[in-house]
């Protein structure tokens, strides 16, 4: 009587059990697909990151340079900005390649359109950056001059 009782509960109970632990699954399928595109829009980022950084700096260093070197003024001439931003944008797409961009494109769900204004504003915010960072290297408040001389 006491087996024929376990036996008729496991028999109500298998299915439920069998409910939970596919219920778990998906959920932990679930969690496991976003953590993995969470991951992948993260290392998309960094990424883009990275080289937007890289060809700024260089951009800055060899071309920027060279401009205002030749210039009379010491500054660049107008719409020059423009054209450099446009190479370096060009560079930037260089270093990703076209499998990165189309990476990051479909990570972030983004038009062509859309991709290309993204790396125009992360080239202009890495110039921002870069004159910020050369800007306060190096300057000191004279009245720290005056204090180290006494």
Same mark, same amino acid.
């Given at each position: 009587?006491?087996n $024929?009782?376990a036996?008729?509960?496991f028999d109500?109970?298998a299915?439920?059990?069998?409910?939970?632990? @596919?219920?778990?699954?998906?959920?932990?399928?679930k969690?496991?697909?976003?953590?993995?595109?969470?991951e992948? &829009?993260?290392a998309?980022?960094?990424?883009l990151? *990275?080289?937007?950084?890289?060809?700024v700096?260089? @951009?800055?260093?060899?071309?920027v340079k060279a401009i205002?070197?030749a210039?009379?003024? =010491?500054k660049l001439?107008p =719409?020059?900005g *423009?054209?450099?931003?446009?190479?370096?944008v060009?560079?930037?797409?260089?270093h990703?390649g076209?499998?990165?961009?189309a990476?990051?494109?479909?990570?972030l769900?983004?038009?062509p *359109?859309?991709?290309? $204004?993204?790396l125009?504003?992360?080239?202009?915010a890495? &110039?921002?950056?870069a004159k910020?960072q050369?800007?306060s290297?190096g300057? $000191?408040d004279? =009245? *720290?001059?005056?204090?180290?001389?006494?």
């Amino acid at each position: 009587m006491t087996n $024929h009782i376990a036996i008729s509960a496991f028999d109500l109970a298998a299915p439920l059990l069998v409910a939970a632990l @596919t219920w778990t699954a998906t959920r932990l399928s679930k969690l496991i697909s976003t953590r993995i595109r969470n991951e992948r &829009v993260r290392a998309a980022l960094l990424r883009l990151d *990275d080289v937007v950084m890289t060809v700024v700096k260089e @951009t800055l260093q060899v071309t920027v340079k060279a401009i205002r070197a030749a210039s009379a003024n =010491g500054k660049l001439p107008p =719409g020059t900005g *423009d054209v450099i931003k446009r190479a370096a944008v060009a560079a930037v797409k260089a270093h990703l390649g076209p499998l990165a961009l189309a990476e990051l494109a479909s990570a972030l769900s983004l038009s062509p *359109d859309a991709l290309e $204004h993204l790396l125009s504003t992360k080239v202009e915010a890495a &110039v921002y950056t870069a004159k910020q960072q050369s800007s306060s290297n190096g300057v $000191h408040d004279p =009245g *720290d001059a005056a204090q180290a001389a006494k």
